[in-house]
């Protein structure tokens, strides 16, 4: 029994052990990515490119042992001319700042550049300096429109669409590495509140932090704008990168950090209830006035005929009665003194016949 229960603790201490050491490896291999990725955003090879505003860059792959860079108008003939611009990084190859004031208006190629006399010499690109483009479109999946700035009925699907230049990033660091421009959507509630995450159809939450290699990117999942999380209303929708702290260095619209579009999201299109409004209002004189002499016309013109077809009838026939039923006056037979001696006879006769009653 004893040797049993000793093998049994023996075993379990060595199962905690395993768990322990499994977990330690993932927090190191983490870290480990985490280094990686953050080293290979910023490690800059030879020919690569590198974007208005970063800093903190390794251009040690891009220079070699060299430590000026050169730039050349578009006309000059690379290598057999004076450059216009020579910039020394021999004391920042590790922490390259790409300085608008420096390079705002020098985009495009620049060389490596031998000699510190500014005499010709070999030209070797080392890097491009790209103006960063970055603009975000919201679109309906429910019924495939755009509803950029526009309006988005509460219940469908949205996803949204980045179109910029950042994709150019996936081409440093460590051969191999999975490096990508990182752009992060901000949604605005019409509380104000800065949304993190959107729910989709599932009731997951989906991170607005966005891995972008290619334009256009589109959000590999849906906004369930119908979810009872979200309240009708305007919401206002952009997207900005801050790779190696380019958009702090050079906040730009539509450059860092797109332009902002307002999204009307609810039940009833506001177009309609525009045209509902308008019909309800102002039309109200125009209905009156065109409604006011139909009603004139169609009222008197019946009205009035059958009065005049009633009213002759009645004068027709007061003028026909006189003939048809009044007939004058008959004319006597009989003298007026044989009536007066008929009512004499009459009376006579009563006093006779009461007097032969008695």
Known sequence: MSTLY????????????????AVLFFIIASCIMMHAGAAGLNSIPLGGTVYLGEEGLDITGAMGT?????????????GATIPEKVIDVGSTKLSFYVNPADFATRNG????????????GTAVLAFRVVDPYLALKIEDTTVNVDVTGKWAPHGDEL??????????????GIPGAPVSAPVTIKVQSPEGAVLSALLDKTGT????DISVTKSPEF???????????YAQGT??????????????NYNQDGKTISVKSNLLVQEQNPLISAIVQATTTAPQVTTRQT???TTAVTTKLPTTVPTVTTAIPPLTISQETPEQTVTPPPTPTKAPLFGGCTLLAGIIACSLYALWRR
Not at 8 to 15: F, G, I, L, P, R
Not at 205 to 208: E, H, I, M, P, V
């Open 159 to 172: 996803r949204f669409r980045i179109e910029s230049n950042l994709g150019e990033m996936t081409g440093r």
């Open 235 to 248: 919401y206002t929708i952009w997207a900005e990168s801050n790779a190696n702290r380019m958009k702090d």
């Open 109 to 120: 190629n620049w060389y490596q550049w031998p000699s510190a006399d500014g005499t010709v």
């Open 205 to 208: 939450y989906k991170s607005l």
């Open 66 to 78: 060299r430590n000026q860079i050169a730039w050349f108008p578009s006309t000059a003939e690379i």
């Open 6 to 21: 000793n093998s049994t603790k023996n075993m379990e201490h060595m199962s905690r052990k395993l768990v322990r050491t």
């Open 291 to 293: 409604t006011k002499p």
């Open 219 to 229: 959000t590999p999942w849906n906004w369930d704008t119908g979810n009872s999380a």
